[in-house]
């Protein structure tokens, strides 16, 4: 009954593969009789539980879920859902998505074992590339709120058996390093691309040369934003150790992927590869216009199923996410994986400081003031290597321009909990869009030289 | 804990999972919410083990 271990290198495909299957007839006979959202979707595509009898069933026939069949779920069944299969006082803890979409947010009830869960599938890949009981850890990820990533680190620390150093969001970069240098020896690190791009440069504009200041360093760990490969390799140089990324989210209830010991940079300096962790969720990459699984290699938008969740299940969840995908057959492990630094969007949500920003919230903002005519905005990296938004706004004709930018600002932080800076520019600065507006333009990567 | 042990581990895990639900049972409801946590982190240590998810919970919708 007991599991293969996680380390690609000694698992057997075929002894995985009986282990997904036996998790998602389990977790199809369980969500058909306790959840009216997945038995309505089986009833209607004809599929009963004990017709899965293999994988290629399962994912032929069981049908996608989308963000917004989730959030006409809760508008129906309100506050979780009816795909909520556990009994309401069996649920421990609420997670929302970020909610910045203009869309909605996201319900899920996590029962006490998927607090575990969420916490194990923040530490395994920590645990995977070196974290070990006793080591610190400097978390640099905003704790607490409602989404999973904000609880999972600190969980996942506890689990490792880990000293989480987890300074508040709102401290200063330098207090972080002040924090850092107090409780060395610091063994690993987890933070956004962003802000390890941030904490590099404040370092080093400090006076410190992050490998001698840090020499115990296992690994720093990023997820969450794309980087050039020639960045990956820099920071792998200035820290003295090997640069590793995850994919995660709520849906997956921390991370779903992440690379093992060989890092973020590939041996021939090219982009590495994260690794699926399968045996908690089964991962598939399928073309986003005909739903049929991509070819090793090639792009496609990733799809997710939890294996071991008890109170709210995604199964066959479209993220929306574009990677690229490559086989287990052709890359001589057992788990497949996916292309690290280029984990994009099909849509144009954009991850901005921890928060997921579509343009349309920002639309949503800027246009609800009349006098605005135009607008465009872009998310760079700017001095100090913070992550910087600013919208280019055009008015209709004279107003009070300073007062407005205020208001703009002002609403748009609300929106989206971003701050961004307003500059006012003629009408003529700004493009006329003929079909579909492409109002922003993101230039972080290009700001990421150390 | 040795091969051996770690190849048993559902079997322990499962023991002790029945031992937080006699504890579960308790009239002090700050024991049995404690008992409820500890229950929990077992039942995912079992299923991270490699059992599955227990089917006895549900009836929701």
């Known amino acids: 009954m007991s599991l ?87 649920v421990a803890l609420i997670n929302l998505t970020g909610g910045t979409s203009g869309q909605g947010q996201e319900a899920y009830g996590r029962t006490q074992a998927d607090v575990h869960t969420l916490g194990y599938l923040h530490a395994l890949p920590w645990v995977r590339v070196g974290l070990r009981p006793g080591h610190t850890m400097l978390n640099c990820v905003p704790t607490g709120g409602m989404t999973t990533g904000g609880w999972g680190p600190s969980e996942g620390i506890r689990i490792a058996g880990a000293m989480g150093l987890t300074p508040p969001a709102a401290l200063s970069t330098e207090a972080k390093v002040e924090l850092m240098l107090r409780f060395r020896p610091i063994h690993f690190i987890y933070a956004s691309t962003n802000f390890m791009h941030r904490l590099t440069e404040v370092l080093v504009e400090l006076g410190h040369t992050p490998r001698e200041a840090f020499p115990d360093l296992a690994g720093v760990f990023i997820a969450a934003e794309g980087y050039p490969t020639a960045w990956a390799e820099r920071v792998q140089d200035l820290w003295g ?20 010991t060989a890092g973020a940079v590939g041996p021939d300096g090219g982009r590495g590869v994260m690794d699926f962790f399968e045996t908690m969720t089964l991962c598939e990459v399928i073309d986003p216009e005909t739903g049929a699984h991509v070819g090793s290699g090639e792009e496609g938008e990733l799809v997710v199923t939890n294996l071991t969740v008890e109170a709210s299940p995604v199964i066959r969840f479209r993220t929306g996410d574009r990677v690229r995908f490559f086989a287990a057959a052709d890359r001589g492990t057992a788990f497949g994986g996916i292309e690290c630094g280029g984990v994009g969007r099909f849509d144009d949500m954009m991850k901005i400081r921890g928060n997921n920003v579509w343009p349309d919230a920002v639309d949503a903002s800027v246009f609800s003031f009349p006098e605005v005519a135009e607008y465009v905005g872009r998310v760079f990296t700017g001095e100090g290597g913070r992550t910087e938004c600013e919208l280019r706004v055009a008015f209709r004709n004279r107003c009070d321009a300073q007062k407005l930018t205020g208001a703009i600002g002002s ?40 | 804990m040795t091969d051996t042990a770690a190849g048993d581990s559902v079997r322990i895990l499962r023991d002790m999972q029945r031992l937080a639900d006699e504890l579960c049972g308790s009239a002090d409801p700050l024991m049995r919410g404690q008992a409820e946590f500890l229950k929990g982190r077992i039942a995912a240590l079992a299923s991270i083990a490699g059992a599955d998810l227990s089917q006895d919970e549900g009836g929701q919708q």
């Open chain 1, 4 to 90: 293969p271990p996680l380390v690609p290198e000694d698992l057997d495909r075929a002894e995985l593969g009986r282990v997904q299957l036996r998790r998602i007839r389990r977790l199809v006979e369980r969500v058909y009789r306790d959840s009216s959202y997945y038995r309505g979707l089986m009833d209607a595509a004809n599929l009963r539980p004990a017709d899965v009898t293999s994988l290629d069933v399962f994912r032929e026939r069981f049908p996608f879920s989308t963000k917004q069949d989730f959030l006409a779920d809760q508008e129906a069944h309100p506050p979780f859902g009816a795909r909520l299969s556990v009994p309401r006082e069996k």
């Open chain 1, 411 to 450: 609403a748009v932080k609300a929106r989206t909990n971003v701050s961004m800076s307003v500059v006012v520019v003629d009408r003529s600065e700004l493009p006329e869009f003929t079909y579909k507006a492409r109002r922003w333009s993101d230039e972080r990567q290009q700001g990421y030289r150390l």
């Open chain 1, 241 to 260: 150790c090997t640069l590793h990324e995850g994919y995660g989210s709520t849906q997956c209830v921390g991370f779903a992927a992440a690379t093992g």
